[in-house]
């Protein structure tokens, strides 16, 4: 979700390189999804990426989403975030989206 105060904080337009799911209420993590599309879009090792808390906290990312899916009127909200060149969208009722980052905000890291 953009946030008000950075003018870099822009959703990811056009169609997704790769939408995935996971189903949370069958105890599956969103960071575990995460890892195991990214490692298959980059025909990697999940091994050989780089640890998925240098971009966000897994541990916080799959609490939210835990939280979400108890809460019955929270609605569906989505965290978006830069993993190796990628913009992922999580989507607490499980749906990942995940497209190619804008160069201009993948080259600085963030």
Do not use: K, W
């Not at 640890?51 to 541990?59: C, K, N, R, T």
């Amino acid at each position: 979700m953009p946030s008000r105060d950075d003018a870099t904080d822009t959703p990811a337009t056009g169609e997704p390189r790769c939408v995935t799911t996971f189903d949370p209420d069958a105890g599956e993590q969103a960071s575990d999804a995460i890892i195991t599309a990214v490692a298959t879009l980059l025909e990697t090792s999940q091994l050989e990426l780089t640890p998925l808390y240098e971009a966000v906290e897994p541990d916080a990312l799959d609490s939210l989403v835990a939280h979400a899916r108890r809460v019955d009127d929270a609605g569906t909200h989505q965290l978006q975030f830069i993993y190796e060149g990628f913009d992922i969208g999580v989507r607490t009722d499980g749906q990942i989206r995940i497209h190619d980052a804008p160069a201009a905000r993948s080259s600085n890291g963030t």
